[in-house]
């Protein structure tokens, strides 16, 4: 079956530092793949998304290229904010079917 | 945008009450789910309908059923609520692409 994988967090960055979270993927075909942010005490919300090999996706700085040969949608962003403190999800839709599947979640914390 | 409205935000049963968690959305999507979401396992889907009156198990559908007489309804039903059904609960709909999610259903079984 599909299934995600994420890095594990909580990941604590300064502000303006380099952000990368990781996320793997076993799929069978061609996945769609996203991106979701959870903000303290909110629902999920589309981050960024990609629907083919070497897409890349971005959204307010944030970015993420979809890899077929690694079968990687690492999520990067050049220089966080306080308020990118949140919970990350990755997630893949197998184009036959229209359910998600998540990862676990990355909770990041950015501090001044 | 779409907007997926949950009936209620925080939520306290007791043990063995039948719960019913209310989900609408205000587009025409065919697509909704319901999963849940816990500590260090993230989102587990529970059930999801791709048109009324269907409906399909997701990966941890027991213990729960669910409803979808009209299309912009999506109810999930605990028949017998117990404490390891405690939980943040989060219903979803989907077009083509991405999924529109509401904000939650903080639940406690006591």
């Known amino acids: 079956g599909n299934s995600v994988t994420q890095m594990e967090g909580p990941v604590t960055l300064s502000e303006e530092a380099f952000l990368t979270i990781n996320c793997t993927y076993t799929?069978?075909?061609?996945?769609?793949l996203f991106w979701y942010v959870q903000y303290p005490g909110e629902g999920l919300q589309l981050l960024l998304k990609?629907?083919?090999?070497?897409d890349k996706g971005s959204n307010k700085g944030f970015e993420a290229t979809y890899r077929k040969e690694t079968t990687s949608f690492h999520l990067e962003k050049g220089s966080v904010q306080v308020s990118d403190s949140a919970v990350y999800f990755c997630?893949?839709?197998?184009?036959?079917?229209?359910?998600?599947?998540f990862g676990t979640g990355t909770r990041l914390q950015v501090t001044l | 945008d779409v907007k997926v409205t949950q009936s209620s935000r925080y939520l306290v049963k007791r043990t063995g009450e039948k719960v019913f968690l209310e989900c609408v959305q205000d587009m025409d999507h065919e697509n909704m789910f319901w999963y849940r979401q816990d500590p260090g396992l993230g989102l587990r889907l529970i059930y999801f309908s791709y048109d009324v009156k269907m409906k399909e198990k997701g990966d941890i559908p027991e213990g729960y059923s669910v409803s979808r007489e009209k299309k912009e309804r999506f109810s999930l039903i605990l028949e017998s609520a117990s404490t390891n059904q405690t939980s943040m609960y989060l219903c979803a709909a989907r077009g083509r692409t991405e999924a529109f999610f509401g904000q939650g259903t903080r639940l406690t079984v006591v």
């Open positions: 799929a069978t075909g061609y996945p769609s």
């Open positions: 990609a629907t083919k090999a070497d």
């Open positions: 997630a893949l839709s197998d184009p036959a079917a229209s359910k998600l599947t």
